[in-house]
């Protein structure tokens, strides 16, 4: 369908904060938002349409240790376009496994994780993206604003659509109730170093912010090629950037000047530019540090 497609993942965190979430939606803490992620149960299906080959959505669900689970991501519209893309990520940035097509020789282009089972009790997100979105050209491209009015002008009504269930073919155990996630809580200027590396090669940071605030969030690393996608306390994917200027040369990812488009909390993915590759991207060997900082207009 899109030829040879990359099928997996892989995510960090070096410092963190540990925010515990009793419901969705739901107070993250006393004094602030929370987010507000679709909270996926097994057996119960979640329906939703991305509105762009550029966008994404992040969602959550809480399993038990030695849950062996199937996750299917399937269009729903007769005449989708839809190229589906599903990664299974940790609480604390851990790629657990991912799949583009469930069988391209059998013609089966939607997305399929199966008889996987959880390595731990609590927390996990899924990434339901597009091929589009995933691949290598569309993170070489300087994007900022992904939903652009442009890309989506030619889509017929429901051709992005689609469908998640998540089947539970055995129990581990007892499911957790609470939310759990680790992220680094950004403070505007005050610039913070992590690192990633393969076993964890995305960083999760969260910050709070107005409809209408500008900011400016980077991702600096002598090491590799930085990544950053911005999601919006539902869910949707907002912005995404790869490389600061590549004209001169500078990978360092960074979404400047983005006016934050509602009030609450956000959640930031830091990560390298290949960091869905399998086994995992090849420089993310041992620790590799990223300076992260948000700055406000």
Do not use: C, W
């Not at 910050?207 to 950053?228: M, N, P, Q, R, Y």
Request: proline letters at 5%; zero cysteines; a negative charge.
């Amino acid at each position: 369908m899109n030829g040879l497609k990359r099928n997996a993942l892989r995510v960090s965190a070096l410092v963190t904060l540990l925010l515990i979430f009793t419901a969705l939606p739901a107070a993250a803490q006393d004094d602030g938002p929370a987010l507000e992620l679709p909270l996926l149960g097994y057996g119960e299906p979640h329906q939703a349409e991305l509105a762009s080959e550029r966008d994404a959505h992040l969602l959550a669900f809480n399993g038990a240790a030695g849950d062996t689970i199937t996750i299917t991501m399937i269009p729903t519209d007769a005449d989708s376009t839809l190229d589906p893309y599903l990664a299974l990520l940790g609480s604390a940035g851990q790629v657990y496994a991912a799949n583009d097509d469930a069988d391209v020789m059998a013609g089966e282009f939607f997305s399929l994780i199966e008889n996987y089972t959880l390595p731990e009790s609590g927390t996990y997100f899924l990434l339901a993206a597009t091929f589009a979105t995933m691949n290598s050209s569309f993170n070489t491209l300087d994007v900022e604003v992904v939903d652009d009015t442009q890309a989506s002008a030619t889509l017929e009504p429901g051709s992005l659509s689609y469908e998640i269930v998540i089947e539970r073919l055995s129990s581990g155990g007892e499911i957790p109730a609470d939310l759990i996630y680790s992220a680094l809580a950004l403070n505007a200027d005050e610039p913070v170093q992590v690192s990633i590396s393969q076993e964890q090669p995305i960083q999760y940071a969260t910050f709070e912010g107005a409809a209408g605030d500008v900011i400016t969030l980077g991702a600096e690393s002598d090491e590799i090629d930085t990544l950053i996608y911005i999601f919006d306390a539902a869910g949707q994917r907002v912005a995404a950037n790869n490389d600061r200027d590549r004209d001169n040369v500078n990978f360092d990812a960074e979404v400047s000047d983005f006016e934050l488009p509602a009030d609450g909390v956000y959640l930031a993915f830091v990560t390298a530019s290949d960091y869905f590759d399998v086994p995992g991207y090849p420089d993310l060997i041992g620790e590799n540090t990223i300076t992260i900082t948000l700055e406000t207009e």
